[in-house]
């Protein structure tokens, strides 16, 4: 089971390590996290980084991709040897997945066309722009393809994956190995669920980072 976690520089790290903890532990699961070129990739917030140990071309049909997100994504929704490589994985693929506004990159690549999907809350609506329907989901399956909203949903989405790919009581067991048992101290994790300020604070900051 190859699996291979693109990465990049400025991407946003829960997006990519969180699926990580799951899908590193699936039944002989050769996973790497691959880039354009081998090397470390600074997070968005520049105090950690990850570690490409391949290039995407040394890695051309790997079972499940994932795609995280950051706003060092957004370059590579116009890179042609990123969405070339991800359209020629898709074909193979068993999985094709993405965290957060990943699901744009996948979009880039005509791999939402018609399919329901979802990302982060404050891009959600781009997913129309893809030919995709946006769905207020934490994950969403639509065929092979896995999406899910923003940053944390990761985690969930590669729970739901293993349990696919596996076994439900494997998932389970994942899930109480990493005690992955959410109880926030705040009820404001969604759109649906935050004052409304906060809602308009958080957009603006995004879409200021992305003008």
């Avoid at 996973?31 to 890695?59: C, H, Q, W, Y």
């Avoid at 996948?106 to 066309?113: M, R, S």
């Avoid at 389970?172 to 926030?184: H, M, S, W």
Wanted: hydrophobic share 45%.
């Amino acid at each position: 089971m190859r699996i291979a976690i693109l990465i990049f520089d400025e991407l946003t790290a829960l997006d990519a390590v969180g699926p990580y903890e799951i899908l590193a532990r699936l039944p002989n699961a050769e996973l790497t996290f691959v880039a354009k070129e081998p090397g470390p990739k600074r997070t968005d917030t520049g105090a950690l980084s990850l570690n490409a140990d391949m290039a995407i071309a040394d890695l051309p049909d790997p079972d499940i991709v994932l795609v995280p997100g950051g706003q060092g994504n957004r370059p590579l929704m116009e890179d042609e040897e990123v969405l070339d490589w991800l359209r020629t994985a898709h074909e193979t693929t068993t999985w094709t997945t993405s965290v957060c506004t990943g699901a744009l990159v996948l979009g880039a690549a005509g791999l939402l066309e018609g399919k329901r999907a979802t990302t982060y809350w404050v891009y959600r609506e781009r997913l129309r722009e893809f030919g995709a329907e946006p769905v207020v989901a934490r994950f969403v399956e639509d065929g092979k393809v896995l999406t899910s909203a923003g940053v944390s949903a990761g985690i969930d989405m590669a729970l739901h994956l293993a349990a696919l790919d596996v076994g439900e009581d494997f998932a389970k067991a994942v899930q109480l190995g990493i005690e992955y048992d959410p109880a926030p101290p705040f009820d404001a994790g969604s759109p649906e669920k935050a004052p409304p300020e906060l809602v308009e604070l958080v957009r603006g900051v995004e879409q200021s980072a992305d003008a």
